[in-house]
């Protein structure tokens, strides 16, 4: 991809064979892999990679939010599709990781889905759940 006269070099790589979900890629810019902030491989979806070109293209990386206030461990609530009817599913989950800083300038967290395992989501996606004590009336 050329801008002006910047030359930036765009791979792309399907996931599944790195450990990642079915849909994704794994990326590399200019020879290099992109890996979340951990150190673990990073994968991106195709809406999120074609605002991510778009962004670099542009030169339009905004700063990024605040970090939410999620932490490793935590009992969330975490989108998980679209019913038939419309309306947004959520599962009750937990965290696997703080949120991590995506090279979309957006904010992704690792959740334990219940039925596909270890993924990770925006963290718009996910929100705390406050756990009960049985004993309180």
């Given amino acids: 991809m050329r801008f002006n006269t910047t030359t930036t070099r765009i791979e792309l790589a399907d996931a599944t064979p790195f450990g990642g979900p079915t849909g994704t890629y794994r990326m590399r810019v200019d020879r290099r892999w992109c890996d979340a902030a951990d150190g673990a491989p990073w ?7 074609g605002t991510l070109i778009t962004r ?25 599709g679209i019913a038939e009817d419309g309306t947004r599913k959520y599962e009750l989950t937990w965290t696997l990781t703080p949120p991590i800083l995506g090279a979309d300038g957006r904010w992704h967290i690792a959740v334990n889905s ?11 996606d996910v929100e705390p759940v406050t756990m009960r004590n049985n004993n309180e009336k």
């Fill in 114 to 124: 219940y039925r596909s395992g270890p993924v990770f989501l925006q963290c718009d």
């Fill in 56 to 80: 670099i293209a542009m030169g339009t990386f905004a700063e990024p939010s605040p970090r939410p206030e999620l932490t490793a461990r935590q009992r969330v609530r975490a989108f998980s």
């Fill in 43 to 49: 994968f991106i979806n195709r809406q999120d990679l």
